[in-house]
């Protein structure tokens, strides 16, 4: 049963538009979200975090959105770059795990120039 | 500096064979990781070292076996593999901040078990 998802598993965007990445969870006991940004032949990149007692989190022209009723969080990045095509992992951390992350299946982004 | 390095690169070996995959970090971070990640899937965690010693084995069967010599060195011995093993080996690290841990990844080996 997977405990995080990302249903969209690709996401073409033209470049300087926005690009919206979107992750569902199950698991109530999550209390930390992370994105990373894969490259090929790369590791994971950590791109921005989300602890649940707040709802946003923003980093230059990256922001991350939390619904915690909804269970249910986003990656906004704008404007998007061409630079920005790779894939997405969205993860999560529960309490009393925090030494532990739990992988969305990935969202390829491809930004158009 | 959020480098973890991982060597090598790519490695080929035969199902006989006996082969180490190494990670360094000098981030001084005390938790690492072994990941698993095969094509287009999420990288699946196979073991945690916490303060160099072992406090997370996902069922890894034993042809895998971890070592953590010092706080900044993590191998991952490999004997006896099959083809099904054929993936990317995935080493990351962290450091508790702010009560949760960001893990930083290595760039990876690419292993293909002939």
């Known amino acids: 049963d997977q405990q995080v998802k990302q249903n969209s598993p690709s996401l073409s965007v033209q470049e300087g538009r926005i690009s919206i990445l979107n992750c569902d969870y199950t698991n109530s006991m999550f209390d930390y979200f992370l994105w990373y940004k894969k490259y090929p032949a790369e590791g994971p990149t950590f791109l921005i975090s989300?602890?649940?007692?707040?709802d946003k989190n923003e980093d230059g022209r990256f922001t991350v959105f939390l619904n915690k009723s909804a269970k249910h969080l986003s990656l906004h990045i704008v404007p998007s770059q061409p630079g920005d095509s790779a894939v997405y992992f969205c993860?999560?951390?529960?309490?009393?795990?925090?030494?532990?992350?739990?992988f969305g299946s990935g969202t390829q982004l491809t930004v158009l120039p | 500096d959020t480098e973890v390095t991982q060597t090598p690169k790519h490695l080929v070996m035969g199902m006989t064979n006996k082969k180490s995959l190494k990670c360094e970090q000098h981030m001084g971070h005390r938790a690492m990781y072994w990941y698993k990640q095969k094509a287009k899937k999420p990288p699946e965690l196979m073991f945690v070292?916490?303060?160099?010693?072992?406090?997370i084995n996902e069922s890894v069967p034993s042809r895998f076996s971890p070592e953590c010599p010092n706080s900044s060195l993590l191998n991952l011995h490999l004997h006896a593999l099959q083809p099904e093993d054929s993936a990317l080996y995935l080493c990351a690290s962290s450091q508790e901040l702010r009560g949760v841990d960001i893990q930083y990844f290595g760039a990876g080996t690419r292993l293909s078990v002939l």
């Open positions: 993860a999560a951390s529960a309490v009393g795990s925090a030494r532990q992350l739990t």
């Open positions: 989300i602890s649940s007692i707040k």
């Open positions: 070292y916490s303060y160099e010693k072992l406090s």
